[in-house]
């Protein structure tokens, strides 16, 4: 069984601040951990994923994740914000025989100019 | 390379009725996967189809139904509409071969059930 958790379920950065956006993880097998963003009224666009080839993972728009096995942690930063990353932001989890994605509650992300 | 296409985008539905949203996968893949979202329960997942066969299925009650096609498009179908049945319902392909895969997901289906 897999679960997710995402601390914070709205985060306010500035413009050219740091993202940083928080993702927990519980699994019973080897996971792959994904990141995917959600504009208003669209469907989930993927960001990156972890499936064991590195622990750092690099994704679009300028977002990277590191996988911390020993924390559970696959938190997703970018360094400086951007007025077009306030959206929402799911963090999701499978594993190994596993067909299906467990969601986190998502994270709203506002940038404040 | 074609992404994942919903249908129809939005709909209105009356309590009792049924609904059958559509979903074409991305050519190719033979995975096709279908999740509910709404604000109070967050994304969930309904079930998933690999080459025609159910392989996985969410804890909904047996009103939601899905199936998939030879060509890997599939439909999703609710029975007896409830008002809580109102939410987004996203689909989404993969090539299915591996729990790794990445997950593509669709625009979504907007119900309102009134």
């Known amino acids: 069984a897999q679960s997710v958790t995402q601390l914070g379920s709205h985060v306010s950065v500035s413009e050219g601040a740091l993202v940083l956006l928080r993702c927990n993880y519980s699994?019973?097998?080897?996971?792959?951990l994904f990141w995917y963003v959600q504009y208003p009224n669209q469907g989930l666009q993927l960001l990156l994923k972890?499936?064991?080839?590195?622990?750092l993972v690099k994704g679009i728009n300028g977002f990277e994740a590191e996988f911390k096995k020993s924390e559970t942690s696959f938190h997703l930063t970018k360094p400086s914000a951007h007025m077009s990353d306030a959206a929402e932001y799911f963090c999701a989890v499978t594993g190994a025989g596993s067909y299906q994605l467990t969601f986190g509650k998502g994270t709203k992300l506002s940038v404040i100019p | 390379k074609a992404g994942v296409t919903q249908t129809p985008r939005y709909l209105i539905k009356t309590r009792g009725q049924q609904v059958t949203l559509s979903c074409s996968p991305i050519?190719?893949?033979?995975?096709v996967s279908w999740y509910q979202q709404t604000p109070g329960q967050g994304l969930q997942f309904l079930f998933e189809y690999f080459s025609e066969t159910q392989r996985n299925k969410g804890n909904f009650p047996g009103r939601f139904s899905g199936r998939q096609f030879s060509n890997s498009r599939s439909e999703m179908n609710v029975s007896t509409l409830e008002l809580g049945d109102s939410a987004l319902y996203l689909c989404?392909?993969?090539?299915?071969?591996?729990?790794?895969?990445?997950?593509?997901f669709g625009e979504g289906s907007w119900l309102t059930v009134v």
């Open positions: 972890y499936t064991s080839a590195a622990t």
């Open positions: 699994s019973s097998v080897p996971p792959y």
């Open positions: 050519s190719g893949h033979r995975s």
């Open positions: 989404a392909s993969s090539s299915g071969d591996s729990s790794g895969n990445t997950i593509y």
